[in-house]
T-cell receptor, first 114, second 112 residues
Framework: EPEVTQTPSHQVTQMGQEVILRCVPI?????FYWYRQILGQKVEFLVS????????KSEIFDDQFSVERPDGSNFTLKIRSTKLEDSAMYFC????????????FGSGTQLSVL | KQEVTQIPAALSVPEGENLVLNCSFT??????LQWFRQDPGKGLTSLLL?????REQTSGRLNASLDKSSGRSTLYIAASQPGDSATYLC???????????FGSGTQLTVLP
């Protein structure tokens, strides 16, 4: 079964550093998402991406965050200057074009900001 | 703002028991509702998606129901097995926006 792939599985960085989290969505999907889950808290929506542009973003997704689809297969989340509170599990997801498509999630990148 | 609540937060049952997990949401204008399974350190796996016009969906031993007017959904697991042990999350999609709002989950343990 096709799956969403995320790399790396774990990322440790120093506060203030830039990080890039990478994802390969399912190949025929058109909608791409980033969610995050801080330890012990709910899964939170960050951003959705369609047709090479952001379609929705949450209040969390401020100017420190950006997303990109640099080629036909990868989807990245960049955090420009990491803060301690950015420590979380970051999940990439993708879905097909229909209005009632299931979301398929990757296994996540655990980001630890020291 | 949509709020999603799941009760109970944790549940422990002996193998073979049938069980019900509950999800409630504050804004009934949902587009659809999904139930996910999350295993420790892993991603989320979509189990069932119920469209707003549907009352229930079934997949194997799982049955999810939706009552939009009361803002409730239930996930029924029949004949539970130790392999069902995981955290179960419900998530709603509101209107034309594609973002999902998640509940905090129910951590299920099925004892052999």
């Amino acid at each position: 079964e096709p799956e969403v792939t995320q790399t790396p599985s774990h990322q440790v960085t120093q506060m203030g550093q830039e990080v890039i989290l990478r994802c390969v969505p399912i190949s025929n999907h058109l909608y791409f998402y980033w969610y995050r889950q801080i330890l012990g808290q709910k899964v939170e929506f960050l951003v959705s991406f369609y047709n090479n542009e952001i379609s929705e973003k949450s209040e969390i997704f401020d100017d420190q965050f950006s997303v990109e689809r640099p080629d036909g297969s990868n989807f990245t989340l960049k955090i420009r200057s990491t803060k301690l509170e950015d420590s979380a599990m970051y999940f990439c997801a993708s879905s097909g074009p229909g209005p009632n498509e299931k979301l398929f999630f990757g296994s996540g990148t655990q980001l630890s900001v020291l | 703002k949509q709020e999603v609540t799941q009760i109970p937060a944790a549940l422990s049952v002996p193998e073979g028991e049938n069980l019900v997990l509950n999800c409630s949401f504050t804004d009934s204008a949902i587009y659809n509702l999904q139930w996910f399974r999350q295993d420790p350190g892993k991603g989320l796996t979509s189990l069932l998606l119920i469209q707003s016009s549907q009352r229930e969906q079934t997949s194997g031993r799982l049955n999810a129901s939706l009552d939009k007017s009361s803002g409730r959904s239930t996930l029924y697991i029949a004949a539970s097995q130790p392999g069902d042990s995981a955290t179960y999350l419900c998530a709603v999609r509101v209107g034309s926006a594609r973002q999902l709002t998640f509940g905090s989950g129910t951590q299920l343990t099925v004892l052999p």
